[in-house]
């Protein structure tokens, strides 16, 4: 089953990894950073490994973005970002794995102090006969 990890953050300034730049995760000790930090790159190497982790990219500025959208009848192009939020998608994973509990088992390990992580199957369940 295929599933993407949503990693939504706020770092001010833009910056990966987000986390560096994140008042919630900079209040941790420096052992708590390195325990977030080593248990994360630790679920990388085993989906690696595992063959399990498909791809993922850590995304630009959100204020880089263009927008396209439909409005009357035109398509219009504006600079993003979408939403006036606090939040902004800031990377993705694209894992394939056995079964959800096993998804949530790694986003667990991606999800640190100032940050929402959302797990989300992809459609079609990622049977490669799809």
Not at 38 to 47: A, I, V, Y
Not at 90 to 106: H, W
């Amino acid at each position: 089953m295929k599933y993407v990890i949503l990693i939504q953050s706020n770092p001010q300034p833009w910056g990966h990894p987000t986390s560096d730049f994140l008042p919630a995760y900079q209040e941790q000790s420096q052992e708590e950073r390195e325990r977030l930090n080593g248990d994360f790159e630790r679920m990388l190497g085993e989906l690696s490994d595992r063959g399990e982790l498909v791809g993922g990219e850590a995304l630009g500025d959100p204020a880089a973005a263009r927008l396209f959208r439909w409005s009357g009848g035109e398509r219009v192009v504006t600079d993003g970002p979408y939403a006036e939020g606090k939040e902004h998608l800031a990377g993705f994973f694209l894992i394939d794995v056995e079964s959800q509990e096993r998804a949530e088992e790694i986003t667990r390990a991606f999800s640190g102090p100032g940050e929402t992580v959302e797990l989300r199957p992809v459609m079609g369940g990622g049977d490669d006969a799809d």
